[in-house]
């Protein structure tokens, strides 16, 4: 066993007991930070693959934004284990078939002599200066450009649908414009009112 | 001067032979040179954070001390080292790590017990792990990785979870509020603060962070550093990096005159500590990100030819000197926002995150792509 086949069952290890932890726990946000925990490994394998730009895109996106907003929402959940467990039997039948889907499909993948992933050469060594981060970009901004573009807009028409379903404006609700907060002057909202002074009347 | 070091670095290195030999003895000859490169880079990770944990204690003084001054008090000045009343405050951070250090840790009844003790952990780890990738001078720096902004950009965002996580397992509504205050702020800004290194990359063309400070040479000092063509965005990262890191004015998460002390309100002794630590190592690391990105990091910011003309030419040379005295002024600054403005109300915050900052970074992104294609950009390497 090699070094770097010590840290890839390692790594592997981690990912496999905490993504078990994800279906098992029965606290959500437990579950959330193992969920975490998994992409933070991942992540690692990824590297270990010198697919460093993936690998620390991962990170940045599922970890630092992705699964702050989940575990956001989780926390604010009230969460009943009862009421969760009465429609267990009627959803069973479904579940048992996507898992029986995956597992197959796992079987057929892992399974290599179907996949013919013996026949495959690994990737060529790669010197080393190069810089995975430019290749991606190149090949994304010249060769794949259009279905790059696609895709962005695609994402885009999401975020506006999103936003659209959500937004509401309520009546009730006051709205401030920050110019005319800026633009308010102590003269314009305050009357300094002069009294005479008034002798306090003697008993 | 070398003479004079050559028995101590002799001594040093036959004690790493020793520990090289005895590595091989141990854990056999295929896995002695991985075993070696942890060890190596075990102990550069605690060269880089032993002197960070001493600066952020002191760094707790001079803030005490500069706010004092700023509001015309005399800060801290009783606590000594060895009653030399001259050295009067200088022993203050120790005093306060001792106390910190002795104080019972108390659980709240009903919290998460695993991730109330996890949370400061969280809170500190990226805090530190960030450092791996900054330059401190050409030749000093732990991992010279390629990618390097965006991994201090990953890393950093990970920030967010300890504050998180410590807000839920306190089991308090005022942990909880401040927990989500600051969860809300971060993510805001972190976008922002993500458009404003992409305008960097741009500008340096590269994401390691040694070449982006080597862009900035080019022998004309200050004159040649980004600060001067990517203006707004200096001063959008600079805004978004105090966001970030949760201090005054945008110190909601924790907002004593509000909720008391925000997501940390049920720590006590070292468990509080480590908060206090995480937040002023990432204020210092923040500085120094915009150091190396807008200040040209180590370079001096005397241009060559003055450096000649007055006859002091070590004066242009570049250094870790130079790298020290940016990264004091950004901090200092820090410390100078929270003496002179009053805290932002949470919608304002919210404002300035999303309707200024982001549009704004964007438009630059723009604007500086146009001005790259142009004769006008004179950054070009």
Not at chain 1, 68 to 96: C, H, K, Q, T
Not at chain 2, 54 to 66: C, I, N, Q, S
């Amino acid at each position: 066993m090699t070094f770097s086949e010590f840290v890839f069952y390692f790594f592997a290890a981690i990912l496999v007991l905490s993504a078990l932890g994800v279906i098992t726990s029965r606290n959500p946000v437990h579950a959330a930070l193992l969920l975490v925990l998994a992409f933070c490994t991942s992540a690692a394998i990824w590297m270990l693959l010198q697919a460093e730009f993936l690998a620390i895109t991962l990170v940045l996106v599922y970890v630092g934004a992705v699964m702050v907003l989940f575990l956001f929402v989780v926390m604010m959940l009230d969460i009943n284990m009862a009421r969760l467990r009465e429609g267990f039997w009627s959803y069973l039948p479904l579940g048992g078939l996507v898992a029986a889907l995956l597992v197959a499909e796992m079987v057929i993948v892992l399974g290599g002599r179907y996949a013919g992933f013996h026949d495959m050469p690994g990737p060529p060594p790669l010197p080393a200066g190069y810089s995975n981060t430019k290749e991606l970009g190149r090949l994304v901004y010249t060769e794949y450009v259009y279905p790059f573009e696609i895709a962005a807009v695609i994402l885009l028409v999401a975020i506006v649908s999103a936003i659209a379903l959500t937004l509401r404006r309520r009546k009730e609700s006051k709205y401030i414009d920050p110019a005319r907060q800026v633009a308010a002057r102590a003269s314009e909202r305050v009357r300094i009112v002069k009294m005479p002074v008034e002798k306090k009347e003697q008993e | 001067m070398s003479t004079l070091l050559a028995p101590i670095v002799n001594l040093g290195n036959w004690l790493w032979g020793l520990l090289a030999a005895a590595v091989v003895w141990v854990v056999g000859q295929e896995f002695a040179p991985a075993v070696m490169l942890t060890i190596e880079t075990l102990l550069l990770i605690v060269c880089i954070v032993a002197p960070l944990m001493g600066a952020v204690a002191y760094l707790t003084l001079w803030e005490r001390k500069l706010i004092g001054w700023m509001q015309i008090r005399i800060g801290p000045n009783r606590v000594t080292f060895f009653g030399i009343p001259w050295l009067g405050g200088l022993a203050q951070p120790v005093a306060d790590g001792l106390k910190l250090l002795v104080k019972e840790i108390i659980v709240p009844t009903g919290s998460s017990k695993l991730l109330f003790i996890l949370a400061p952990i969280m809170a500190i780890t990226p805090a530190l792990a960030a450092w791996a990738v900054v330059p401190f001078s050409p030749e000093l720096i732990l991992a010279n990785i390629d990618a390097g902004l965006l991994y201090v950009m990953a890393i950093t965002s990970m920030g967010v979870y300890g504050i998180i996580i410590a807000g839920w397992a306190s089991n308090s509504k005022y942990a909880f509020l401040g927990a989500m205050r600051s969860a809300a702020q971060m993510v805001s800004y972190e976008l922002a603060m993500g458009f404003a290194l992409v305008c960097v990359l741009m500008a340096a063309q590269s994401l390691n962070l040694g070449d982006i400070v080597r862009m900035q040479e080019g022998g004309w000092g200050f004159l040649g550093w980004f600060w001067i063509p990517l203006f707004p965005i200096f001063l959008v990262y600079l805004i978004s990096g105090v966001a970030e890191t949760n201090r005054a004015p945008f110190d909601v998460a924790e907002g004593e005159s509000e909720i008391v002390a925000g997501f940390h309100v049920e720590y006590s002794g070292m468990a509080f500590a480590i908060f206090f630590l995480a937040e002023y190592a990432n204020m210092i690391l923040i500085s120094t990100m915009a150091s190396i990105m807008f200040l040209g990091g180590w370079l001096s910011p005397v241009p060559a030819a003055l450096a000649e003309a007055i006859g002091l030419p070590w004066l242009a040379a570049g250094n870790f000197g130079w790298l020290l005295v940016k990264l004091f002024l950004v901090v200092s600054s820090f410390l100078w926002f929270r003496a002179t403005f009053p805290r932002y109300r949470y919608d304002q915050i919210m404002r300035l995150g999303w309707k200024v900052f982001l549009p704004l970074t964007i438009a630059y992104i723009v604007v500086l792509g146009a001005w790259m294609q142009t004769p006008l950009w004179i950054w070009w390497k």
